[in-house]
């Protein structure tokens, strides 16, 4: 009896583990070069009116002016934004912001002219947002279902630094 039961135990966590290895976060690469087909779901998201908050989505552009700090509002924790011109298929560019947690992904300071790429998950801007055409946070590892592991990549600099843990 007690064999079979560490034989069923045994069972029960390898089936525990590979589920959570096929529902674990995904490490995407950054882009090697910022074009429009990078920002083509961005493009899609925005010009749809894409009321939602979407996961992994990439953006890359030029960063239009230093980042500044936001401060904290409740347990959110303190934030970083840089403004990014990122080009799309029509020729023209979408002005996004780029929100970091400074708890989560480190203060990430980016300053205007410095090529910036980032993944997280896009957001709608509301009117008080403005002129920003979208926004993407959750730049950091993973830290909901569905989710990739997102990131920021500065003028060939990655945050965060280091892997992300295996959840």
């Given at each position: 009896?007690?064999?079979?039961?560490?034989?069923?135990?045994?069972?029960?966590?390898?089936?525990?583990?590979?589920?959570?290895?096929?529902?674990?976060?995904?490490?995407?690469?950054v882009p090697?070069?910022?074009?429009?087909?990078?920002?083509?779901?961005?493009?899609?998201?925005?010009?749809?009116?894409?009321?939602?908050?979407?996961?992994?989505?990439?953006?890359?552009?030029?960063?239009?002016?230093?980042?500044?700090?936001?401060?904290?509002?409740?347990?959110a924790g303190?934030?970083?934004?840089?403004?990014?011109?990122?080009?799309?298929?029509?020729?023209?560019?979408?002005?996004?912001?780029?929100?970091?947690?400074?708890?989560?992904?480190?203060?990430?300071?980016?300053?205007?002219?410095?090529?910036?790429?980032?993944?997280?998950?896009?957001?709608?801007?509301?009117?008080?947002?403005?002129?920003?055409?979208?926004?993407?946070?959750?730049?950091?590892c993973s830290?909901?279902?569905?989710?990739?592991?997102?990131?920021?990549?500065?003028?060939?600099?990655?945050?965060?630094?280091?892997?992300?843990?295996?959840?």
């Amino acid at each position: 009896m007690m064999q079979r039961r560490l034989t069923v135990l045994a069972i029960v966590a390898a089936l525990a583990i590979a589920r959570s290895r096929a529902v674990a976060a995904a490490d995407v690469p950054v882009p090697t070069h910022c074009n429009a087909a990078v920002n083509a779901q961005l493009a899609e998201l925005v010009t749809a009116g894409y009321p939602r908050e979407r996961d992994n989505v990439m953006v890359c552009g030029t960063v239009t002016r230093d980042t500044y700090y936001q401060r904290a509002y409740g347990r959110a924790g303190s934030h970083h934004v840089t403004a990014v011109e990122a080009p799309i298929a029509t020729g023209g560019s979408l002005l996004v912001q780029i929100v970091t947690n400074d708890d989560l992904d480190g203060v990430i300071v980016a300053h205007a002219g410095d090529h910036l790429a980032a993944y997280g998950q896009f957001y709608q801007t509301t009117e008080r947002q403005r002129p920003y055409a979208a926004g993407l946070h959750d730049t950091h590892c993973s830290t909901h279902r569905g989710a990739d592991n997102g990131w920021v990549w500065i003028n060939g600099d990655r945050w965060p630094k280091g892997s992300c843990p295996f959840f």
